[in-house]
């Protein structure tokens, strides 16, 4: 049956309240003819979040129509709500469940039913939406936002949502309620939440409605780990292999958002526990995680889901391959062929270890990570020096024609190390004698003399090192230099930002040159591992740098009572459009924070007045 109209659905309206509007226009017909108009059917339930029979409701809709399943489905339901966080083919057979007849799994399936966040027992809505509804389109309607379970806020007026006498499921639950004056109260609620908190609720309500509207793709849980490991290491809560330290991490996620928050939201954990959901949530596993949950644990490492979702990352602190063959023996010295490269992590340091081993039997490793281009080209440790080095000194041994510390410039090793191997080529051929000779490296004898000179010496080293170059000049504690050097660089880094001028970026050189050491610390930066890991922390990406002239920007108009207007904060963070969207998000969220402290001051001084 072809209805003869159909109420046009507002932007964000959930699929019930036009169904609900339906029905009112439609005047005092029952329930179970409204639903035989609808879907065919008089047995569909009045399902708010994710509704089934959207294919018989579309099929029934009058002729020229513009509505499909799919733009139901994806803007007037909670699918795009869950469908970013199952599996492709779990997603699909959601959305299909909807759209046919048979819509009693669909809960099981999005994971709703094992989810420990709750639906809403009511129909909620924002007091100031509607007033604004009826005054714009002469009636109101359900927003899908604010129905979405663990939503306390409404983001664009920041005032707590309100609970309509409308229970979910209903009393009859194939009815339709629209939300009139009898089940709406228009008195906005009193605000319980501490400034902060609110801050928070309203910033996480953005997050929701961001995720809404992007009609984001599904993905398995192992990529949401292994980007939520990728962004734990890079903040020092895991090391470099994936263990992740919980305690830290239920310490410090408690105190980002706070118990109170989190227990609202149903969300709360034992930091004590490392079987909690923030701690399962970021191991491997097969769980359905409640996109609120997500939605936390995305703001808390990247500060926000636009900018988790647009930088999906996975750990690489060496980059991705191949890497550069640093065997010096090699024809392919510095090309990009090496594949195999495992990562450990140094337990002093906690920093990443990579151990690179090529076809042609050269392995290395050095501490990372990678900051530059220059440490691409660093060795730290030789393992393995590999048939191909072998040979080479093979062939100059044989040569005869040079020194020791000759061959070692060639070959870019200590002389030391001539010897340890030319020994082990001397008795794996039987075919180098080893003579007694009198003088032996500085006299520029040859090799096959002068290595008798070394023969008594211990020269069986487990590990072999770079070259090393002799010098009168008196050697460095390096390890003393790098504890003074990092205080002198906390000192700096703290003084740039703290200072109450226009921002300055963190960086590499220009902390250097503040502090006289710049040279230093752009050469030299391999010889002071404490304060190159709290650099590697502490600089500022283009875009990060963007983002604190923009909460620079923004406190300062705010001080001066000017408007937080988006062409005024762009124009004094010195920014040009277009934007990114991580710096846009930033915009919003920071007016929001302001907004919201207004608005706690505003009721605070209301209630003041009344007492």
């Known amino acids: 049956m072809v209805l003869a109209h159909f109420p046009l659905l507002y932007d964000e309206e959930i699929l019930y309240s036009g169904l609900a509007r339906y029905r009112i226009r439609n005047g005092s017909i029952g329930i179970k003819q409204v639903n035989q108009e609808l879907f065919g059917s008089t047995n569909v339930t009045a399902t708010v979040d994710l509704p089934s029979h959207i294919d018989a409701l579309v099929e029934n809709l009058p002729y020229g129509s513009t509505l499909t399943a799919d733009k139901i489905i994806h803007k007037h339901t909670l699918y795009t709500l869950y469908k970013p966080f199952l599996p492709a083919k779990q997603a699909e057979a959601v959305f299909y469940l909807m759209r046919g007849s ?29 007033i604004e509804q009826r005054k714009i389109f002469g009636e109101g309607f359900w927003h899908r936002l604010h129905q979405v379970p ?25 009815q339709y309620h629209a939300p009139d004056e009898d089940c709406c109260e228009l008195i906005p609620r009193g ?6 908190t609110l801050e928070r609720l309203v910033l996480l309500s953005q997050d929701v409605d961001w995720l809404l509207r992007s009609n984001l793709s599904p993905l398995d849980a ?49 930091v004590n526990s490392d079987t909690n959901w923030l701690a399962s949530i970021v191991r491997k596993h097969r769980k359905s995680f409640h996109p609120i949950r997500h939605l936390l644990i995305m703001r808390f490492l990247a500060g926000s889901p636009v900018k988790f979702f647009s930088d999906f990352k996975v750990y690489l602190p060496f980059g ?23 990562v450990t992590h140094c337990s002093d340091t906690k920093r990443p270890v990579g151990t690179f081993s090529c076809n042609c039997g050269f392995i290395y490793s050095r501490r990372g990570p990678d900051i530059n281009e220059e440490d691409k080209y660093t060795i730290g440790r030789i393992k393995e020096i590999g048939s191909v080095w072998k040979d080479k000194l093979r062939s100059l041994l044989a040569d005869g024609s040079l020194s020791l510390r ?67 000049i008196p050697r460095i504690n390096w390890k003393e230099r790098d504890n003074q050097i990092l205080l002198d660089v906390k000192r700096t880094v703290n003084e740039m930002l703290s200072s109450k001028g226009k921002p300055k970026r963190i960086t590499i050189s220009g902390v250097g040159k ?44 705010y001080s001066n009572g000017e408007a937080l207007v988006s062409w005024k904060i762009k124009r004094l963070a010195g920014l040009k459009d277009p934007v990114s969207l991580v710096i846009e998000q930033t915009i919003n969220d920071e007016v929001t924070i302001y907004s919201a402290i207004n608005l706690v001051n505003f009721f605070r001084v209301i209630n003041e007045n009344k007492q």
């Open 514 to 557: 503040r502090l006289g050491l710049r040279s230093m610390l752009e050469k030299k930066l391999y010889k002071l591992p404490i304060t190159k890991a709290y650099l590697l922390k502490v600089v500022e990406s283009t875009e990060e740098f963007q983002q604190r002239r923009v909460k620079w920007a923004i406190k300062e108009l």
């Open 222 to 270: 192992e990529r949401y780990q292994q980007h939520y490991l990728a962004y734990l290491i890079e903040i020092g809560l895991a090391t470099a292999t994936g263990r992740v330290y919980q305690q830290e991490l239920g310490r410090s996620f408690v105190g980002f958002y706070g118990h109170d928050l989190l227990k609202s939201l149903h969300s709360d954990i034992d």
């Open 102 to 130: 048979q819509g009693g799994g669909i809960h099981y399936k999005a994971g709703i039913t094992a989810s420990s966040v709750p639906t809403p027992r009511y129909l909620r809505f924002c007091p100031l939406c509607l």
């Open 150 to 174: 663990g939503l306390l806020v409404c983001p664009k007026h920041m005032l707590p949502l309100s609970n309509s006498s409308i229970l979910v499921p209903g009393l009859n639950k194939h």
């Open 320 to 342: 991705e391959g191949p890497w550069l063959c640093l065997n010096v023996a090699a024809n392919h010295y510095l090309k990009p062929v090496v594949k195999d490269l495992k």
């Open 406 to 472: 000759g061959m070692g410039r060639i070959l870019d090793v200590d002389t030391n190390t001539i010897i340890k191997y030319a020994k082990t080529i001397s008795d794996e051929s039987n075919s180098l004698a080893i003579k007694e000779v009198s003088a032996g490296v500085s006299t520029g004898n040859s090799a096959r003399e002068a290595l008798n000179e070394n023969n008594n010496r211990e020269s069986e080293k487990l590990d072999i090192t770079r070259k090393v170059h002799k010098s009168k």
């Open 191 to 196: 605000i319980n939440f501490k400034a902060y």
